[in-house]
C-alpha cells in the first residue's frame, strides 16, 4: 500500500463509505442532503441491507417494533406486522436506495481488506479486492451482524452430516423428517427454533445459558389498524413515540440506569410469569430460567420459543458438549445426540477481533487501530472518532451504541458525521481529527457512568454475555436517546482539530 501521495493528486471521492447496510444508506442519504455527493459505497455482498442481506434463516425478524425500526424521514404504514419480517427489512432497504438514487454509486462485490491515512495527501487509500480507492474521508458502516461468529467447540468441523449458520442459511437445506441439533439460545435461535420445529423429526436445543424471552406485543397491520395509521391525523407520530417509549424503556433505561431506576426487576417478573405461563414441564421451566439479571445480555421476544419446549418433539439439553463427532454433538457424561442437522446459532463477531475494526487500519504514523484498542481499550469520541486516524468516522464504534433502535444511532451518529463534513467544508480543512484531550473527556464520562449501569452489577456474573470485550468492558453508550441526540447537534466542534493542506487539490466535484 502506498503511502504518499503525488502532489496535486485528487482523491478517487471525497467520501468512501464502508458497507451498504442500513447505516450505509443512511450516510448517502444525509450526505446527498448535506450536498456532499461525491461519495462511493464499498459494499462486501451482491445486495443492500447489511444483516437483513445476510441473515435469511428461517423466523428471521426485528425484535424491536417496527415504528421505532426505521428512519424518522422515511416512515411506514405499510409493514405488515408491528414486527416486521426480515424479507420486509430487505425490501424497506431496496426501496430506499431506489427512491433516493443511491444504487448507482454502490460498488457491490467489492471487499475493503485494509485501510492506511495519507498524511501527505490528507486522504484515506483502501485496499480493496479490486485495486485501490482513495477517499479524503472514510465512513465505517459495517455493523456487526453479518460476520457469523463460530463456536469453540472441538470437532466442530468434524461433523459428516449437514452445519449451517444462522448467518449464512442454506435455503436449499431440507429439514423435514431430520434429526435437527441447535447450539445457541440467543436472539436468533429465539426466532429459529419455533419456526422449524413443527417440520423436522426430532430437534434438540444445546443450551449454555438461558435468555430471558419476553412477551411480544406484536400483531398484524391490517383492518382498522392501517386504515388508521394512513388517514388519521398524528397517527404515525403518535404510533412511533408510543414505540421509541417502548423501547427505552425495555433496554436503555433497565440496563444503563439500573441503580436509579429499577425497571430490570419489574420485567423479570413479567418474564418469570410468561415462562410459567408458557412452559409445562417444571424441569424443563427451571432449565430456561436465567439466573442473571434482565438486560445483563440481550434478551429475546417471542411469543412461541417457550412454547416450543412443550412439544414431543423437541428437547433440551442442558448438559455441556463436549465435542462434536462425525455422528452429532457429544455432552460430558459421554452422551451422544446422532444428528443429521448441525445449526449454530452461535452469533456474530461484535467486539471481536477481525470485526472491530473489521480490516487492518493504519492512522498517522502507520498506528494500527486494533492494536491501539488492544493497548488503550475499545474508545472512541462520541463512538464516532478516534485520535490518531484523521477523516475515519464510524457508525458503531466505541461508546456509540446506547441499546436503543439502530436507526436512531444511524441518524445521531451521521447527524454528528454530517457537522464535521460542513465544518471543514466551511474552513477548506481537508484534515479532520478529534484531539486527544476530547476523546479522553468522553471516555472518562463513560467509565464514570459505570456505577448505575447493571452489567456491573454482581447479578451480571453468570451472564456469558457479547456485550462484554476482551479487556472486561461493555463499550455501550451509557446515555438516555434524548441524550445522544442532543449531544450529535451540540458537540463542540473544538473538539476536532481542522487542518489545511498547503495547495489542497480539489476532492471530486460537488453540486
Known amino acids: 500500500m502506498r503511502t504518499s501521495a503525488a502532489a496535486g493528486t485528487a482523491p478517487d471521492h471525497e467520501v468512501a463509505i464502508v458497507g451498504a447496510g442500513f447505516s450505509g444508506i443512511g450516510a448517502a442519504i444525509a450526505l446527498d442532503r448535506a450536498e456532499i455527493d461525491d461519495w462511493v459505497m464499498i459494499e462486501a455482498g451482491d445486495g443492500v441491507g447489511g444483516a437483513w442481506h445476510w441473515n435469511t434463516y428461517p423466523g428471521v425478524a426485528v425484535d424491536i417494533p417496527s415504528f421505532s425500526y426505521q428512519f424518522s424521514f422515511a416512515k411506514r404504514s405499510d409493514w405488515s406486522r408491528i414486527y416486521a419480517s426480515g424479507a420486509e427489512l430487505k425490501r424497506y432497504a431496496e426501496d430506499l436506495v431506489d427512491s433516493h438514487g443511491l444504487r448507482s454509486r454502490i460498488r457491490f462485490d467489492t471487499k475493503v481488506v485494509g485501510a492506511a491515512y495519507d498524511e501527505e495527501g490528507h486522504l484515506w487509500r483502501l485496499d480493496t479486492d479490486r485495486g485501490e480507492v ?39 437445506l431440507e429439514l423435514a423428517g431430520k434429526r435437527v441439533g441447535v447450539i445457541g439460545t440467543g436472539a436468533s435461535a ?208 466505541p461508546y456509540g451504541y446506547n441499546g436503543a433502535s439502530y436507526f436512531q444511532l444511524i441518524e445521531t451518529q451521521v447527524r454528528h458525521i454530517c457537522r464535521c463534513l460542513r465544518h471543514a467544508r466551511k474552513e477548506r480543512a481537508t484534515a479532520i481529527e478529534v484531539t486527544r484531550e476530547a476523546n479522553d473527556r468522553y471516555f472518562r464520562q463513560m467509565l464514570d457512568r459505570r456505577t448505575h449501569q447493571i452489567f456491573f452489577q454482581d447479578t451480571c456474573a453468570d451472564a456469558n454475555s457479547y456485550y462484554f470485550d476482551r479487556h472486561g468492558d461493555v463499550p455501550l453508550r451509557p446515555s438516555p436517546s434524548v441524550e445522544t441526540h442532543w449531544r450529535s447537534a451540540r458537540f463542540d466542534l473544538d473538539d476536532y482539530r481542522f487542518e489545511r493542506r498547503l495547495s489542497p487539490a480539489p476532492a471530486g466535484s460537488h453540486r
Open 134 to 172: 482513495t477517499a479524503r474521508f472514510v465512513i465505517g458502516a459495517t455493523g456487526v451482524f453479518s460476520q457469523p461468529k463460530l463456536p469453540d467447540i472441538p470437532g466442530v468441523d468434524e461433523f459428516a452430516g449437514t452445519t449451517a449458520h444462522t448467518a449464512r442459511w442454506d435455503h436449499d
Open 190 to 397: 429465539v426466532q429459529l427454533v419455533p419456526s422449524i420445529a413443527p417440520e423436522v423429526e426430532k430437534l434438540t436445543v444445546f443450551q449454555r445459558t438461558p435468555i430471558w424471552c419476553l412477551p411480544k406485543p406484536d400483531g398484524p397491520i391490517d383492518g382498522a389498524r392501517r386504515w388508521a395509521l394512513e388517514n388519521l391525523p398524528g397517527a404515525k407520530l403518535a404510533t412511533r413515540l408510543a414505540s421509541q417509549l417502548y423501547v427505552e424503556l425495555t433496554f436503555p433505561l433497565p440496563a444503563h440506569f439500573n441503580g436509579v431506576i429499577p425497571l430490570g426487576k419489574q420485567g423479570e417478573r413479567v418474564g418469570r410469569r410468561f415462562l410459567r405461563e408458557e412452559v409445562d414441564d417444571p424441569v424443563v421451566r427451571d432449565r430456561l430460567t436465567p439466573r442473571y439479571g434482565l438486560g445483563c445480555k440481550r434478551p429475546g421476544f417471542s411469543n412461541e420459543y417457550l412454547a416450543t419446549f412443550n412439544r414431543g418433539n423437541v428437547e433440551l439439553e442442558t448438559t455441556a458438549i463436549e465435542a462434536v463427532t462425525a455422528a452429532g454433538v457429544s455432552t460430558i457424561g459421554d452422551r451422544l445426540h446422532e444428528l443429521d442437522v448441525l445449526v449454530l446459532a452461535t452469533g456474530f463477531k461484535v467486539f471481536d477481533r477481525g470485526n472491530m475494526p473489521p480490516y487492518p487500519i493504519k492512522g498517522r504514523s502507520g498506528l494500527d487501530l486494533e492494536e491501539w484498542w488492544d493497548e488503550n481499550r475499545f474508545q472512541a469520541y462520541e463512538g464516532v472518532s478516534v485520535p490518531g486516524f484523521p477523516n475515519l468516522f464510524a457508525i458503531l464504534g
